[in-house]
């Protein structure tokens, strides 16, 4: 089995001009609880980036 996550990139820390918007960003589009070195760590192969 081949391990992967879906928005991959929202674990990690909010850049510094989004911080005071994380009560809303945070429960309406962070998926991950851990960051992509977090995630390479345990075992994760796929990575779903979307980028805009």
Do not use: Y
Not at 17 to 34: E, F, G, M, Y
């Amino acid at each position: 089995m081949i391990l992967g996550t879906h928005n991959s990139a929202t674990g990690g820390k909010l850049p510094w001009r989004l911080r005071p918007l994380a009560w809303v960003i945070n429960p309406t589009s962070k998926c991950q609880d851990k960051s992509i070195d977090e995630q390479l760590r345990d075992g994760v192969k796929l990575f779903n980036l979307q980028v805009a």
